[in-house]
């Protein structure tokens, strides 16, 4: 669909309040190219090279106007963090050919953005882009903070990470690992769960097929829980709390099992919140532009960085080629087909 004097859009086509959302959620249109005369002062036209697929989008198509996160407009493009390579510029701070970073980017392949709303990334090059997105990215740092500023983590003791072959649990597994805890990783393929795995879980099973949920649990982590990452909610939820020691930390990161229930009476109810009490454990949600710009998030650069440099931190990067499959590549995060950090090729 795109030309030296065309591209292509994503566009926001309807809301699911509830229920699994599907392709009609997107229409994929052809527009006029943006061109270089038409920048004003302090503009740049970027054309975008990967662009980050996250979970948190589905709340950005139901239409809601109370989330931490605005709704997506309908018939405006979908927009998420991405990595973009400057054509022309009308800035003295960002010129031609660096490599930016676009926190709100449209899903489009070329863009016009104000100067102020992108950033430089110095040791750029269009061959390392993508890192900027995935081990560097939001998926990454929402790891690294809910692992360390909730779950204060200690030598010795277990965490358990579920979707721990995903975008964030694949960091916290090794991070985790880095800092001697034992580790039990949980994902829903035995392609999966041999990745997590070779990251270095101590134990890791498949949920699909591992039987009753706190029985699995309990067989991986004998002497119980200190630390559970949550990022499905939900049933495995339930079964997590059932096995938690005294003074657990669970961070709730994410409840993917039920984004897409269809009403309230479809929600599952958990059942093991007493042990919450009982256990004087510590159940708190992740917030994370509370941490932008914080001493947290330079810690953040400083130790991931090192150890991928290093060769000590692996990342698999789920890929999607042409901007037209954006929408599926959404739809693979909610039925498993994703494996790793979803990206879009543009």
């Known amino acids: 669909m795109t030309s030296e004097n065309s591209i292509t859009r994503v566009l926001a086509n309807k809301y699911s309040p509830s229920g699994a959302p599907s392709l009609d959620n997107f229409k994929v249109v052809s527009a006029p190219a943006p061109t270089k005369d038409s920048l004003k002062e302090n503009q740049v036209l970027v054309r975008n090279l990967y662009l980050s697929v996250d979970p948190y989008q589905r709340g950005r198509l139901t239409g809601a106007t109370n989330s931490y996160v605005p709704r997506y407009e309908l018939n405006e493009p979908i927009s998420n963090f991405g990595v973009a390579v400057v054509e022309a510029s009308t800035s003295t701070d960002i010129v031609e050919g660096d490599i930016v970073y676009i926190k709100v980017a449209p899903w489009e392949t070329k863009s016009v953005a104000d100067a102020a709303a992108v950033r430089r990334l110095p040791h750029s090059t269009i061959d390392n882009a993508r890192d900027f997105i995935t081990v560097f990215g939001m998926a990454s740092f929402t790891a690294f903070v809910g692992l360390t500023t909730i779950g204060k983590p200690k030598a010795g003791e277990t965490i358990l990470v579920s979707s721990a072959s995903g975008a964030v649990g694949q960091i916290v597994v090794q991070l985790a690992k880095a800092r001697g805890l034992r580790v039990v990783g949980v994902a829903g393929s035995d392609d999966k769960v041999e990745l997590v795995k070779s990251i270095g879980a101590d134990a890791a099973f498949n949920y699909k097929t591992c039987g009753t949920f706190t029985e699995a649990i309990k067989q991986a ?18 079964a ?31 059942k093991n919140t007493f042990n919450i009490l009982i256990k004087a454990a510590i159940f708190q949600g992740l ?20 150890l991928y440099k290093e060769g000590k931190l692996r990342y698999r990067i789920d890929e999607t080629t042409g901007l037209e499959n954006a929408p599926q590549a959404v739809l693979n995060l909610f039925d498993g087909k994703s494996f790793g950090k979803s990206v879009v090729k543009v």
Request: with cysteine; aromatic share 14%; proline share 3%.
């Open 240 to 270: 997590a709390l059932a096995n938690i020691n005294f003074g657990a930390r669970i961070v709730s990161c994410g409840m993917i099992s039920q984004y897409n229930v269809k009403s309230a009476d479809e929600a599952y109810g958990l």
């Open 221 to 238: 982590a004998p002497e119980g829980i200190d630390i559970y990452f949550d990022n499905v909610g939900g049933k495995f939820l339930d």
């Open 287 to 306: 917030f994370l532009p509370k941490y932008a710009g914080t001493q947290v998030e330079s810690d953040f650069v400083t130790e991931v960085g090192k």
